[in-house]
């Protein structure tokens, strides 16, 4: 199993590589939270320059990817991009640090809090989503953003 650090050096090349290269930075997400899909929603429409995917964490596009993470990579966000994997609060930070102003700032400003902290916080909110979000019944439809979502 990965520590922390390494998983965002898998892609650099400093590691085993843990999955396929994807173009592009891809977000992995739970398709049956109601709080990720509103995540993924929220993406979608301050995305300007429609440079995120989308995979759900129990589709084909991630399973290379679930032997490496274990279950750290379970009930969580995780991103990849050209930086390796990012996990949790990082991968939050990291989306929204490439969506542009305002929600640049905000990814960055968020980034000071010590990540044991912003981690925390994550896995709380994590604990209760499904019982404040509700799960989601049917998945996003690659229709709605053609191109941007992956099996």
Do not use: K
Request: charged share 25%; glycine share 12%; with cysteine.
């Amino acid at each position: 199993m990965l520590d922390t650090h390494q998983v965002g050096s898998l892609a650099r090349g400093q590691g085993p590589e843990p999955g396929p290269r994807l173009a592009g930075p891809v977000i992995f997400y739970d398709g049956e939270c109601g709080l990720c899909d509103r995540f993924v929603q929220f993406v979608l429409r301050h995305d300007r320059l429609q440079e995120f995917r989308f995979a759900p964490l129990q589709g084909e596009t991630f399973q290379p990817y679930r032997a490496q993470l274990g279950r750290r990579g379970e009930n969580t966000v995780v991103l990849a991009d050209e930086a390796g994997l990012h996990l949790r609060s990082d991968a939050a930070l990291r989306v929204l640090g490439r969506l542009g102003f305002p929600w640049s700032v905000v990814g960055r400003a968020g980034r000071l809090v010590p990540r044991w902290a912003r981690d925390l916080g994550y896995r709380l909110v994590a604990r209760v989503r499904l019982r404040l979000f509700g799960q989601v019944n049917a998945c996003l439809l690659p229709g709605s953003a053609p191109g941007r979502f992956l099996p």
